[in-house]
């Protein structure tokens, strides 16, 4: 059974920055595509930022400069390190992982961590 457990959210002032952490337990491939999604109440799930096995990232536009992802496979842990940070990026932000790359793409991940709040404060 696979388990992601994010940390790291909190509140912070416009312009600070907040580094996210999502630690995976249980059997996951190092070959699992990962990725951040946000979502606040009544808004839509919007996909973050993903990256692959090797590394490869893609971005929101909306996030795209000022936000991170990064992984360390030696420890299970997907990062995100956020800077630059603005009042609308204060949501509900999400670790999810799968092996496909196009469910991580569509939002419908095998995996999804339990979330960790993100408020900025203008």
């Known amino acids: 059974q696979v388990q992601l457990v994010e940390s790291g959210g909190g509140a912070v002032q416009a312009g600070g920055s907040l580094r996210l952490s999502c630690a995976a337990s249980?059997?996951?491939?190092?070959?699992?595509?990962m990725g951040w999604f946000r979502q606040a109440p009544g808004k839509a799930r919007e996909r973050v930022a993903t990256?692959?096995?090797?590394?490869?990232?893609t971005y929101a536009a909306s996030v795209k400069g000022r936000f991170t992802i990064s992984k360390d496979n030696a420890k299970n842990t997907l990062y995100l390190q956020m800077d630059s940070l603005k009042p609308e990026d204060t949501d509900m932000y999400y670790c999810?992982?799968?092996?496909?790359?196009?469910?991580?793409?569509?939002?419908?991940?095998?995996?999804w961590g339990q979330g960790t709040q993100v408020t900025v404060s203008s």
């Open positions: 999810a992982a799968d092996p496909r790359m196009e469910r991580l793409w569509l939002g419908v991940p095998s995996y």
């Open positions: 249980g059997y996951i491939y190092s070959t699992y595509y």
């Open positions: 990256i692959t096995s090797g590394g490869t990232t």
